[in-house]
């Protein structure tokens, strides 16, 4: 069974262009997630979607926005980059939106993203 | 909200001693879950361990226990017969038990800063 995989693995982009990433969740999870984690810092979360729903969104500016498709899988778009952009991007999936997925999550390697 | 801390940047540990990480949390909540995950250089975070605050029993899972400390909100990570394998940045990560499908809220991780993990063969 396939994990959580991501795309693109690595990206650059110039200030003030946007940008699309892509995640497809492990086969029958409905929770996609996503996460920015700088450099010499944990992950911090951005938003997450359930059943194509957004169950939450952290601390990050209007800039960031996400959505579901029926499949599952999700797409992260950020506008108008910024230097402060540069991070790695993780998507992680889980089944639920319960107790069950007190079980954690499943995460991808990531997409690289560099702002210059 | 919820803050995690990890107060070790950088452990260094020899082949087949053990290790302890440490974690701390802050929470006004009681019932909630707690991790800890290990990235590699392959950047995918693996998870290692996880512990129901309502459970008093420390997690285990082959070598690697926790050390759960609910009322000094502690959550240390021990690594016994260290391995060269187990080199990566470690990470201490928080969730709240708050959230429901029917209640709504968010199931977002909040990790703390990451204990890098050496392993001296």
């Known amino acids: 069974d396939a994990g959580v995989t991501q795309s693109p693995t690595h990206l650059i982009k110039t200030r003030g262009q946007q940008v699309t990433l892509r995640c497809s969740p492990i086969s029958g999870h409905k929770s996609v997630s996503w996460y920015q984690q700088v450099l010499g810092q944990g992950p911090q979360f951005i938003f997450q979607y359930y059943e194509k729903e957004e169950r939450g969104r952290g601390n990050f500016p209007d800039r960031f926005s996400a959505r579901q498709f029926p499949n599952y899988s999700s797409e992260l778009n950020v506008n108008a980059l910024l230097l402060g952009d540069s991070a790695l991007y993780l998507c992680?999936?889980?089944?639920?939106?319960?107790?069950?997925?007190?079980?954690?999550?499943?995460f991808g390697s990531g997409t690289r993203l560099t702002v210059v | 909200a919820q803050t995690v801390t990890q107060s070790q940047p950088e452990m260094s540990v020899q082949e087949a001693e053990t290790v302890t990480l440490s974690c701390t949390y802050d929470?006004?909540?009681?019932?909630?879950?707690l991790f800890w995950y290990k990235q590699p250089p392959s950047r995918q975070m693996i998870l290692v361990i996880r512990?129901?605050?309502?459970?008093?029993q420390n997690a285990t899972e082959n070598r690697f226990s926790v050390n759960f400390q609910k009322a000094a909100k502690s959550f240390s990570l021990k690594i016994s017969d260290s391995q060269l394998g187990d080199a990566a940045m470690y990470f201490c990560a928080y969730r709240s038990a708050a959230y429901s499908v029917s209640g709504g809220g968010a199931d977002g991780l909040t990790f703390g800063k990451g204990t890098h993990l050496i392993i001296q063969p």
């Open positions: 992680a999936s889980s089944y639920g939106a319960s107790r069950t997925s007190n079980y954690g999550y499943t």
């Open positions: 929470t006004s909540e009681s019932d909630y879950y």
């Open positions: 512990q129901e605050a309502y459970k008093q």
